[in-house]
């Protein structure tokens, strides 16, 4: 189980124990931006799902605010999320992002999940703060090489299914209860990048205010096993 803090807009920290978490899949309210995401998998191997929306329970330490990511080849990679947390007292959204190990990927998504963790962000706002703005929001993520950033994903929430259907998706299958972090699925790529790289930054923004939260870590790979 992996702890993690919060500092809200007010400057309040908020200390959440993960107790569940769990990573939605092809979540695109449209079925284009869906077909657009298969279709980006599909040039890795990734099968197609039967089913859409998905949702894959990950171990709850994969849920992670470090800096830095570990990986055993070159073939991982990130994608720009939300990200969902219940506590006790509120729901709070921040910043994710998704790394995920492509060479294991095509032989189950669901195994890729369990590969590589999800990073959050270290700052969060109260759902109920944003609520009412919830499409308006940014998403944005770059990869780098380790000399300059590429932008590789921008888009809004509108093109993704919103926190409220998750929280009634969860409701529904007996599953929000307080320690429970849900990531949203991503926006498509922009196409022709190099989605492989040192380093990820995402970020989300609030054009009403201005406030963006971020997440960046670094990609370390691991030595080579000695087998």
């Not at 702890?3 to 908020?14: A, D, I, P």
């Not at 947390?85 to 729901?91: A, L, M, N, R, S």
């Not at 759902?127 to 944005?140: G, N, P, Q």
Request: hydrophobic share 40%; net charge negative; proline share 6%.
């Amino acid at each position: 189980m992996s702890e993690l803090t919060f500092e809200l807009v007010n400057g309040q920290k908020v200390t959440v124990f993960v107790r569940s978490a769990l990573n939605g899949g092809y979540a695109g309210r449209s079925q284009d931006d869906v077909a657009a995401h298969v279709a980006e998998l599909a040039e890795l191997g990734v099968p197609a799902p039967t089913t859409t929306p998905c949702l894959y329970p990950v171990a709850p330490y994969l849920v992670s605010q470090a800096d830095s990511v570990p990986a055993q080849h070159g073939h991982t990679s990130g994608e720009a999320e939300w990200a969902m947390i219940v506590t006790h007292d509120d729901v709070l959204l921040t910043v994710a992002c998704d790394h995920t190990d492509r060479d294991l990927e095509v032989h189950g998504v669901a195994w890729s999940k369990q590969a590589a963790p999800d990073i959050v962000g270290r700052q969060a706002w109260r759902l109920s703060d944003v609520a009412d703005r919830i499409d308006s929001l940014t998403l944005t993520a770059w990869v780098s090489d380790g000399e300059s950033w590429t932008e590789i994903q921008r888009g809004t929430l509108a093109e993704l299914l919103t926190p409220q259907y998750w929280l009634d998706a969860l409701r529904s299958r007996d599953l929000l209860a307080p320690g429970t972090v849900l990531l949203s699925g991503t926006i498509p790529m922009h196409p022709g990048v190099d989605q492989f790289g040192a380093s990820w930054r995402v970020e989300l923004g609030d054009p009403a205010t201005g406030a963006v939260i971020r997440c960046q870590y670094d990609v370390r790979r691991l030595p080579e096993p000695v087998a």
